[in-house]
């Protein structure tokens, strides 16, 4: 549906839009050039904030669909509100909430996500809340899950209400609570930035394990390497910096010390590059373009763009006409959890 068309218009509907800390603003002003944003809140600096549209929900969550936003972590409808007494009285409304919604609950596997803002007089922990509501569920016949929901309750607790709403994992664009992945650091884990990588597999519903031979430049200490190595594919790691010595001896590993302006490879050697050079975005297109010819058409680019400029929409922009003027497709650009002062890019060589 058009969101510029009268169809699909209703009363004002607030929206509970998360970014990463410190984007929020690139993300409303993404969001205001999918629609009219009638009223803005910021709920959460630089971070949390509500937005009023008129448009109908289905007409909303489709444009959202149509043209997901890179830097909206997560959205959530305010489908109810209760202002919070700070005792009790909160989990009893909260139950009656849910109670009165039966229907969109009955029959689905629900899980409740609960956040809140370090201000919220709201009294209960998150899993104080959850057990109480996972019981009202049970009573609508909705089995509570943590994993793999038809459907979540998003809860957020602020200054004064709890803002309350329901979606598909789909919808709210995560199925974690506010899009905040959480993975388990590891004991041996070479780098943080393993998350990076792991994140994007999920959000881009990436299979790397059917990936042959993998470029990762830029690779050290070697989280993204090890990852790849570990879904079993052959890796060219390519850093002037050292990788972690437990990586050294594999079997599957190929390291060049070297600058990545320095390397050259046979054309079509691989079906997977990733880059995660931490770079001037510019210079990393120029040597992320000289290196094309050895991914195989049909091949996937996972590229992370450091936001290093006041005006990251239009470096994101430059970036992706550079790399779609070349040879390669863009499939989706986001910012994930894990990215800090950067994005991902999933592209596609064409
Ligand atoms: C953020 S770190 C990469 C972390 C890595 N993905 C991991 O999982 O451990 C960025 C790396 O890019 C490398 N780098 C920067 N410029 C480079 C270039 N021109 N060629 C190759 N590597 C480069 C740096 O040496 C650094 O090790």
Known sequence: MDPGSPEGRCRLMRWLCTANRGFANYALEELRRLFDVKAVKQIAAGEIFTIETDLEREAMLEAIQAKEPIFLRHIQPVDRT???????????HLSELVRNAKPVFSG????????RSASSPYHYTASDTKGVLDAVLDELDSEPVMQNPDIIL?????GEE????????????????GGAVRFQREEEQISRAK?????AERAFGLHLEDYKEALD???????????LLERGCAVTAVD???????LMDHPRLAYFKKNAGEVKFRPDTFDLLVCDMSWSPMLMVKLVLDLQASLERGGTAIITIKLMHRKPLQTIRDVIRKL??????????????????????YLNKI
């Open 195 to 199: 998350f990076k990588l792991l994140e």
């Open 108 to 115: 689905k596997r629900t899980a409740v996500h609960i956040r």
């Open 162 to 177: 709890l803002l309350a709403g329901w979606g598909t994992p789909g919808e709210l664009l995560s199925d974690w609570p």
């Open 154 to 158: 998003s809860i957020y607790a602020a």
């Open 217 to 227: 430049i830029g690779a050290a200490p070697g989280g993204w390497t090890s990852l």
């Open 240 to 246: 002037p910096a050292d990788l972690h010595p437990s």
């Open 324 to 345: 779609e003027e070349s040879s390669f497709k863009l499939l989706k650009a986001k910012q994930l959890f894990h990215n800090r002062d950067e994005i991902t890019l």
């Open 82 to 92: 209760v202002t919070i007494e700070g005792n009790a009285d909160d989990l009893n």
